[in-house]
């Protein structure tokens, strides 16, 4: 986009586009790729109303290292005359590290598709989602690409969607996969085609995929239809059951777990007609947490972070205002019926009212160490008091199978991304990248690990 600016602030832009092209490009020279993952792993900020798609991912790769894999967006500016022209350079960065975090190896991934959508590291093969918007609401636009690469990052083939009721893919949510044997789930939200009342609103939509044939099915309403959703999640349990979780803002204002009736493996979310009665073939949910305000306020104050299966249930973790949160639904409740009762345990105590100078929870995360359970961990912001607001301190504490919530412990000085952490060799891992609100913003990744001894920050090794 172009523009004219006054002569004084061009020649002040001049000088901030000379500092700009002096800044380390994505991909630094002989060593990790740079980046700014900081503080995204509540929605991107602590007053964010809605999610973004996750940027930043770390899988152990069938050679039993460590792979990282990160969406890459920098905004550039350069003077053309008396002009300021601003555009996006967008890359995914690849690399492998050894277990010690050594960088063995980097490649690059390009975009196909304007809009960054996610990764997904399936059992056989690499999955990349991606997406464009379709402003005139043609059934003839791609809105959805998914292109699968094998484990040596060989492009391999595309499956697209084209209209899917989708005016803006990807919008104000973020992208959740789970893959059972050839079939891929793909869960995430669109905003719509324009309604009977000339607004276009936004809802969930899952859809699937067949990954030897790379075959879509075709998209109808999601039959767990949560508007608008502001995150979604989505796992397959050890039992082949499809569980997804949402944060709703109008129907429902809450939080809320589906279970679809479908069982894992099958490309519709609906079981067969002759399988079931009409009512029968639709899911089962139960809403938790219901939020203060009208239908269709974006503000909430509830941010939906992981859901995990445990043995006899579904274990989610969520924040809300300054809080961490874990609700526990039990698997035969959520199958039964729907309004299934919910275990609520609020984690931490701060205060909850939204002042700003006080000390609050800035993004959380959850990992499982299996069906007994596993952690939840999350960055404090502390009370301003004039210094730096920016979190640097992480806590943790073990949740359980039946809900419950073991004591908190404090882990280091750090931060976390939105990179999910991981467990590899025995530890739960995750980076994080930048110094927010410090120069140089970008940096190359600081490894996190935890495990039973406590809690370590290692930087990235060339």
Request: charged share 20%; with cysteine; hydrophobic share 35%.
């Amino acid at each position: 986009m172009k523009r004219k600016l006054p002569r004084r602030l061009t020649a002040l832009l001049c000088a901030l586009a000379l500092s700009l092209s002096l800044a380390p490009a994505a991909l630094a020279a002989g060593g990790p790729a740079v980046s700014n993952n900081s503080m995204t792993a509540g929605y991107g900020d602590s007053q964010t109303a809605w999610s973004k798609p996750v940027t930043s991912y770390l899988f152990e790769n069938p050679q039993g290292s460590l792979t990282r894999v990160e969406y890459i967006a920098n905004q550039l500016w350069r003077m053309v005359g008396s002009t300021i022209e601003i555009k996006w350079e967008k890359s995914i960065v690849v690399e492998d590290y050894t277990p010690d975090f050594r960088l063995l190896s980097s490649r690059t991934i390009p975009m196909e598709l304007d809009i960054w959508g996610g990764f997904f590291p399936g059992e056989k093969y690499n999955f990349f989602i991606f997406g464009q918007n379709n402003p005139g609401e043609s059934d003839g636009v791609e809105v959805i690409r998914v292109v699968k690469y094998d484990k040596s990052w060989n492009r391999l083939g595309q499956a697209s969607l084209y209209g899917a009721n989708t005016s803006a893919p990807i919008h104000s949510s973020s992208v959740d996969c789970a893959e059972y044997g050839d079939v891929l789930y793909i869960r995430t939200g669109h905003e719509m085609y324009k309604s009977k009342d000339g607004k276009n609103h936004q809802s969930n939509m899952t859809f699937t995929l067949q990954e030897s044939t790379m075959t879509m099915t075709p998209y109808t309403q999601d039959p767990g239809y949560v508007s608008h959703s502001f995150k979604q999640l989505i796992l397959i349990d050890s039992q082949g059951n499809i569980v997804g979780a949402d944060h709703g803002d109008a129907y429902p204002r809450a939080f809320r777990l589906t279970h679809y009736k479908a069982k894992a493996g099958a490309l519709d979310l609906l079981p067969p007609p002759e399988t079931h009665t009409s009512l029968e073939r639709y899911p089962t949910h139960t809403d938790f947490h219901p939020f203060p305000g009208a239908a269709g306020q974006n503000a909430t104050g509830g941010k939906l972070q992981g859901l995990e299966e445990v043995t006899g249930g579904y274990a989610v973790t969520y924040m809300y205002r300054n809080n961490v949160y874990l609700a526990y639904v039990s698997r035969g409740d959520l199958i039964g019926g729907n309004d299934a009762p919910v275990k609520l345990t609020q984690i931490t105590s701060y205060d909850d009212k939204n002042v700003i100078t006080a000390a609050k929870v800035y993004g959380a995360a959850m990992v499982s160490t299996g069906l007994s359970g596993g952690y939840i961990i999350w960055n404090e912001q502390p009370k301003y008091t004039g210094g730096s607001p920016f979190p640097t301190r992480v806590f943790y504490a073990a949740y359980s199978a039946d809900g419950t919530v073991g004591p908190i412990r404090e882990f280091a000085e750090g931060r976390l991304s939105d990179c999910r952490p991981i467990v590899c060799q025995g530890k739960i891992v995750w980076y994080q990248t930048g110094r927010a609100g410090e120069q140089p913003e970008n940096t190359s990744p600081t490894f996190y690990t935890l495990d039973a001894s406590g809690g370590a920050a290692i930087p990235a090794k060339s």
